[in-house]
């Protein structure tokens, strides 16, 4: 998988059925999503985020937010309720011309193509906030690296990284039958096929395992201060959210 090639697919889905390539319920595959019913998911996760904020105490500053993986702009248009700029960065150009017809903050609410493997883009120390979840499960592991020490590099001091990420390790085989004594690939391979006929979409997951992640973290000069399971990306390993703040 190569970004131009994970480009190219967005792209496709960005212009064929956007809602449902975000939020893959299976019942809205062929653009049966309303659009009020996509928003209000947004609004409803952001206003979660930020119960969880309050209890964590960061980030100390309101002024930036990045909605990195943005999409439609699902997440950026609420994360604009509670910070000053919000700026969301997508790989896709038909996802972010969407976006862009569905900003109502005007000019405090920016969206920014970026198909590179970094964030060259923005200055180091940029945002208060940053926020991805649905998106660096998507990338091959040397991207989810590289990505994830962008993140950081941009993150402000005192301000918060909040992300989601499967653990690499494959969800343990139950029951018996053929997948007890297949090779544990085959078995992956039938869970994918599987999630691909259950009508979610047919992108790749990837992910990294937790030590990895707060290595990689703490090479970057901030700490893991929660870590909570989060399956969202499926059964297929496990997962977890991750909140970071930079010392």
């Known amino acids: 998988m190569t970004l131009d090639r994970l480009r190219r697919e967005w792209e496709t889905l960005g212009e064929t059925d956007p809602f449902w390539a975000i939020l893959t319920t299976p019942d809205k595959k062929g653009n049966r999503w309303t659009l009020e019913e996509f928003l209000q998911t947004g609004r409803d996760e952001i206003a979660e985020l930020m119960a969880r904020i309050e209890q964590l105490s960061v980030p100390s500053h ?35 011309a969407l976006a862009e017809r569905l900003n109502r903050h005007g000019s405090r609410c920016r969206y920014v193509a970026n198909t590179v493997g970094n964030l ?26 590289a990505y994830l020490s962008e993140l950081l590099r941009v993150l402000a001091p005192g301000g918060l990284l909040a992300f989601q990420l499967p653990s690499g ?25 599987r999630s691909r006929l259950a009508g979610r979409a047919a992108l790749d997951t990837y992910g990294l395992h937790p030590n990895e992640v707060r290595q990689i973290v703490s090479s970057s000069g901030a700490d893991v201060i929660d870590m909570v399971p989060d399956p969202c990306h499926g059964a297929e390993t496990p997962g977890f959210r991750y909140f970071v703040t930079r010392r």
Not at 127 to 134: Q, V
Request: aromatic share 10%; hydrophobic share 45%.
């Open 120 to 145: 060259a883009i923005f200055e180091s120390g940029t945002f208060d906030l940053i926020y991805t979840r649905l998106v660096l499960q998507h990338l091959p592991p040397r991207f989810e690296r």
């Open 169 to 193: 390790e494959p969800a343990p085989v139950v029951g018996g039958g053929f997948k007890a004594v297949l090779p544990l690939r085959f078995v992956q391979l039938i869970r994918r096929l």
């Open 62 to 96: 309101r002024r930036s937010a990045l909605d990195f993986g943005c999409g439609a702009g699902r997440l950026t248009q609420p994360l604009a309720e509670f910070f000053d700029t919000v700026v969301g960065v997508d790989i896709s150009t038909s996802m972010l």
